[in-house]
T-cell receptor, first 111, second 114 residues
Framework: DAKTTQPPSMDCAEGRAANLPCNHS???????VYWYRQIHSQGPQYIIH???NNETNEMASLIITEDRKSSTLILPHATLRDTAVYYC????????????FGQGTILTVHP | AAGVIQSPRHLIKEKRETATLKCYPI?????VYWYQQGPGQDPQFLIS???????DKGSIPDRFSAQQFSDYHSELNMSSLELGDSALYFC?????????????FGPGTRLTVL
């Protein structure tokens, strides 16, 4: 599976957009970009995923560059409850569906 | 909406004892994954099952075994427990192995080995 690189930590003011970057320069054509978050030892929570096109759901938007080597997760109006570790995961190829978690980004939302 | 159910939520065992963790997937999900998260670490894949057959295996100790039953629930059996087995154990489920199908996690079982 392709390796991902994320900043170890980021801060965001409550009510502002949080933009979390992820590099996945070795991604293959059939691999998906997934985002999960984990709030203090709870089970990882699925946020969004995409292959090539930008995606949006009720939680977030996912912007994937045209060359697919990087992506950005956007939380449009961050709240204190969005404080969590955010994982960008490339899934596909010979993964048989499993998720390979990297270090993730600790997002802290400030009042 | 129904979510993944794990039991027990907390478990305390002594060294060399055995433990059984259970996972009940979301209804109609036929694929189950197990992950282990040690203190201060990221979740690590252990093993997965699709339609009651093992589909993939990660860094799972030989002391651990797992299976998926006809109703798609899964059990992770851990024997000869060691202090280092203390961790959060998460189960996740999905519909099939396809990478475009989301995987949903349960709340986890916190295992403490004394």
């Amino acid at each position: 599976d392709a390796k991902t690189t994320q900043p170890p930590s980021m801060d965001c003011a409550e009510g502002r957009a949080a933009n979390l970057p992820c590099n996945h320069s070795t991604i293959s054509g059939n691999e998906y970009v997934y985002w999960y978050r984990q709030i203090h030892s709870q089970g990882p929570q699925y946020i969004i995923h995409g292959l090539k096109n930008n995606e949006t759901n009720e939680m977030a938007s996912l912007i994937i560059t045209e060359d697919r080597k990087s992506s950005t997760l956007i939380l449009p109006h961050a709240t204190l409850r969005d404080t969590a570790v955010y994982y960008c995961i490339v899934r596909g190829g010979t993964s048989y569906g499993k998720l390979t978690f990297g270090q993730g980004t600790i997002l802290t939302v400030h009042p | 909406a129904a979510g993944v159910i794990q039991s027990p939520r907390h478990l305390i065992k002594e060294k060399r004892e055995t433990a059984t963790l259970k996972c009940y997937p979301i209804p109609r999900h036929d694929t189950v994954y197990w992950y282990q998260q040690g203190p201060g670490q990221d979740p690590q894949f252990l093993i997965s099952f699709y339609e009651k057959m093992q589909s993939d295996k990660g860094s799972i100790p030989d002391r651990f075994s797992a299976q998926q039953f006809s109703d798609y629930h899964s059990e992770l059996n851990m024997s000869s427990l060691e202090l280092g087995d203390s961790a959060l154990y998460f189960c996740a489920s999905s519909f099939g192995l396809a990478d475009y199908n989301e995987q949903f996690f349960g709340p986890g079982t916190r295992l403490t080995v004394l």
